[in-house]
């Protein structure tokens, strides 16, 4: 019995010297990141798998970019469209994954150095052809831009939204929720939202009515790890939820099904 015990004190030292090795081994490692950064930097393989062949971020991109697990089931959603517009693209995380499955993608930022971040990020992904980089205002932009998709991922107003108990429409950035879904609609019916998970899921419902007759809708909450991480809201064909769609939304075969 008390050898037993000893060799349980041995086993459960080791256990601790291991884990203070791994925190020893990290806390060198993120020398030279910011503190801020920090956090997501940990994460930074369920931002990018690929972080480790070149894959660069600004302080914003850290904590705006969109989880690639999370992108990618963005993109399986659109599988074989046309034209896909990701109207807030930041540093890539969703324009690289709809350009592994779309014919198209025009991302738009207003930051030149989210564009360039973002055209470098598309390189290490190989995509970089099948995306257009334009540095500008969506707001401008829209009246002459032309697509089957938009996906919208604005900014959240960084990471105090989670103080809020109800994330309401009227605080995403730069422009209320409302007026983005009204310009939004002006290109195509098939949009997507990218939104955070605390958000009024009843203004967003309402958003479907501002069409007559109102949009198809549908919720999805989206998680890493277990964790509810942000909700994306499916408007009108994309929120069909087939992943494959036997005739896609520009009317072309399917690249997935043929
Ligand atoms: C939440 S981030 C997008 C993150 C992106 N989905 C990703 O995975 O990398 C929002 C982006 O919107 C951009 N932005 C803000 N106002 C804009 C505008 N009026 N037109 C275009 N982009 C804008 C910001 O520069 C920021 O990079």
């Known amino acids: 019995m008390r050898r037993w015990r000893k060799k349980r004190r041995i086993f459960k030292s ?3 010297i291991k884990a203070k ?11 030279g990141v910011s503190p801020l950064v920090e956090k997501y930097w940990l994460q930074r393989y369920d ?9 660069k971020l600004d302080e914003e991109g850290w904590f705006s970019v969109t989880p690639e697990e ?6 399986q959603r659109c599988t074989g469209a046309g034209v896909v ?9 969703n324009a690289i994954q709809f350009a592994r ?13 989210k564009v360039a ?3 470098n990020n598309a390189k290490v992904y190989g995509v970089e052809d099948h995306i257009d980089f334009v540095v500008g205002d969506f707001f401008q932009l829209a009246p002459s ?10 900014p959240w107003g960084g990471p105090s939204y989670k103080m809020t108990k109800k994330f309401t429409l009227d605080s995403l950035k730069p422009k209320d929720g409302h007026s983005m879904f009204q310009v939004a609609q002006k290109i195509t019916p098939h949009i997507i939202m990218y939104l955070p998970r605390n958000v009024d899921l009843l203004e967003v419902e309402q958003l479907s009515w501002l069409s007559s007759p109102p949009l198809d809708i549908e919720i999805e909450g989206n998680t890493v790890r277990g964790h509810l991480k942000a909700i994306t809201v499916y408007f009108g064909d994309a929120a069909i939820t087939q992943l494959c769609l036997p005739q896609t939304l520009s009317g072309a075969a399917c690249k997935v099904c043929i």
């Open 70 to 75: 999370i992108a990618v089931g963005h993109a």
């Open 47 to 55: 931002l990018f798998w690929r972080y480790d062949e070149g894959i």
């Open 85 to 93: 517009i990701d109207c807030f693209a930041g540093v890539g995380g």
């Open 21 to 31: 090795k791994r925190v020893l081994k990290e806390e060198k490692i993120t020398q």
């Open 145 to 154: 831009l032309k697509g089957d998709v938009l996906f919208l991922s604005p």
């Open 14 to 16: 080791k256990v601790r």
């Open 101 to 113: 499955v779309c014919d198209h993608v025009v991302a738009i930022d207003i930051d030149p150095e």
């Open 117 to 119: 971040l973002a055209m």
